[in-house]
């Protein structure tokens, strides 16, 4: 039986340079082309498939109650003491407030007071909540809040308006609107950070609001750009990493070290008290120093 013409044709012929032979090589490739294509296709949807199983239900989460602000035995004597802890707290931000009213009516040295009542009460909060045994992280949470409208806001608000006038009022906006920053940053990595019982890591805004506050309270005057460099480094001195010595520790020293202090507060209280402020703001990189030498002397 004769071939059928196609089946004659030479690949001379034929408008490919090699004819059938390339066409045959071209499907060839092409179907293992699409045998490839298959494999990484179907690999693909397999893979895909099973991500795409329905996965099992959830559980929904469990929504506990309401966390109690007291923890321990809810007595009607623990109540008392925790709410009498707690109006310390609350009387703090309170006298806050009212410093700020009273320094917008310009009365600079009343608001300095009541700062200074503000950093009373906060000390004592602590030591009735721990006297008491109702310390709880309700507490010092209501602390921290506290001690931000008190120290962190109030405290601006008083020195710029018994400051104001004496520099550039943008410089003086600046260096109050630093205070309020660092306080912020001082009690967000205080209530973050690892309690020492010995040292501050670096001055506690209560510390820097007392300062402050009695500068504005004796008259403390001092020239314009001075004294906005002088509360730039104390807002400075909070965030840094320098140790200082708690309350406890600094009223432990001997009689002969007060001594001095008592004497030039006779001649002159405001200089004495500059000199202490400056005293104590030195002892953190004192401290720092004595510590890092120590630890190269070790290795």
Do not use: E
Request: net charge positive; glycine share 10%; aromatic share 8%.
């Amino acid at each position: 039986m004769p071939r059928a013409p196609w089946g004659r044709r030479r690949t001379t012929d034929s408008p490919r340079p090699a004819g059938r032979r390339w066409a045959g090589r071209l499907r060839r490739s092409g179907s293992l082309a699409r045998r490839v294509l298959l494999v990484r296709v179907g690999r693909r949807q397999r893979s895909s498939g099973t991500i795409l199983l329905p996965a099992t239900p959830a559980v929904p989460p469990v929504h506990p109650g309401p966390v109690p602000l007291l923890p321990g035995a809810h007595t009607p004597a623990r109540r008392l003491r925790f709410a009498l802890v707690q109006g310390c707290t609350v009387g703090s931000l309170l006298l806050g407030m009212l410093a700020i009213f009273l320094s917008m009516h310009d009365a600079p040295r009343w608001a300095a007071a009541l700062l200074v009542g503000c950093v009373t009460f906060d000390g004592l909060d602590g030591l009735l909540a721990r006297r008491f045994g109702v310390a709880s992280p309700f507490g010092a949470q209501m602390d921290s809040l506290a001690d931000m409208c008190s120290f962190g806001i109030a405290a601006p608000v008083v020195v710029y308006t018994s400051i104001h006038g004496t520099a550039p009022g943008a410089l003086v906006a600046a260096v109050c609107a630093l205070v309020a920053c660092c306080a912020a940053i001082r009690l967000a990595r205080f209530n973050v950070s690892p309690k020492d019982g010995r040292f501050f890591c670096g001055v506690p805004t209560t510390m820097a609001a007392a300062v402050l506050g009695l500068a504005t309270l004796i008259g403390l005057r001092l020239p314009g750009p001075v004294a906005v460099g002088a509360i730039a480094v104390l807002a400075l001195a909070m965030v840094s990493s320098f140790p200082y010595a708690k309350l406890a520790r600094i009223a432990k020293l001997p009689a002969w070290f007060w001594l001095p202090a008592a004497v030039g507060a006779l001649v002159d209280y405001r200089v004495t008290f500059a000199g202490m402020v400056v005293l104590y703001l030195l002892s953190g990189p004192l401290l720092w120093l004595r510590d890092r030498s120590a630890d190269a002397t070790v290795r």
